[in-house]
């Protein structure tokens, strides 16, 4: 399959704008382009423009859209008619019968069709309306979760989720990879395989991340029927240390950036937006079951037995109080994931 991209020109306020059929008398090449394809791609330079123009107002930093060549261009869409399912093929309009493998049946009414390239894969993404299939969770309890690093996920319960650390696994072999494509020359045949070894890395690390976040989330979901999430912004939590200067002489202090780099870099690798947004839309696709978020402040500092505050460093991974309550610092803190949805305020219980 070959993909092509249009690319969009200013028009004097006075030019009125072509029609389809007279731009593919005037570009042959278009005339093997389905015409909703075409629309599909002026449709996404529309939009590109238009979030441009909304940064621009939002006084945020603009990024002018950047012309997608034949490297960059790796989609395009069927937006309504164009394509149906044969016989173990997928007939595309304008290009013909392709082979796929479904790794899964096809339900409902497909609308959409968007063939997806990355590197020497392909992929056939099919936007299908189904109806509302409610699913009833093993229990009627809510669980509370607390993310993290070492341990992707702690649950009240006192049940944990290990962090497989995919990409930590790797990162030796992708570090050797990504110095063998900064040798090769730009342009040569040497230069693009080393790309393709460098994605493919990337893509096998993604691919087990999703993996193991489907299936974790697929069985909370069919477990719990409230699911507990701390609040929290991972990409405000992994942005890089801010730079520190002396005031009087002007030079750099340390500011721990090697150690702050090192703890983003897990956090990415754990994937909890990811790990998040699956459980939510799984609970909101089963009908009976919710994903929740609540304040994460003083969560982990409050004891969930008695309501003292215990500071504790992030070092200090075991928490333990007068009150007799002893346990690991993330199950404690799940405990109070899961009280503050049920209406115990972590205040009034330090109060009393």
Known sequence: MRCTSTRAKALPTTHKPTNSPSIKEIREEYKGIHSQVLQDTL??????????????????????????????????????????????????SKIGHVKIKLHRKVLGTIK????????HCWYACLACEVEAMPRTPYTDEAVGIDLGVSKLATLSTGDVIENPKHYRRVEKKLAKAQQALARKKRG???RKKAVQRVAKLHRKVRNQRNDYLHQWSRRLVNTYETIVFEDIAPANLSRRAKPKQDEETGKSLPNGASAKSGLNKSILDAGWSQFIAFCQYKAENAGTVQGVKVDPRMTSQVCSGCGTVRKKTLSERWHSCECGCDLDRDHNAARNIKALWLGRSLQEVQAS
């Not at 449709?43 to 107002?57: E, L, N, W, Y």
């Not at 395009?76 to 016989?87: C, D, I, K, R």
């Not at 959409?112 to 590197?119: A, H, L």
């Open 43 to 92: 449709k996404r330079v529309q939009g590109a423009f238009k979030a441009f123009f909304r940064r621009v107002k939002e006084g945020k930093t603009p990024g002018y859209p950047r012309f997608q060549s034949r490297n960059r261009y790796d989609s395009f869409t069927y937006p309504q008619a164009g394509f149906s399912l044969e016989n173990g093929c997928l007939a595309l």
């Open 112 to 119: 959409t069709c968007s063939i997806k390239r990355e590197e």
């Open 188 to 190: 040569s045949k040497r």
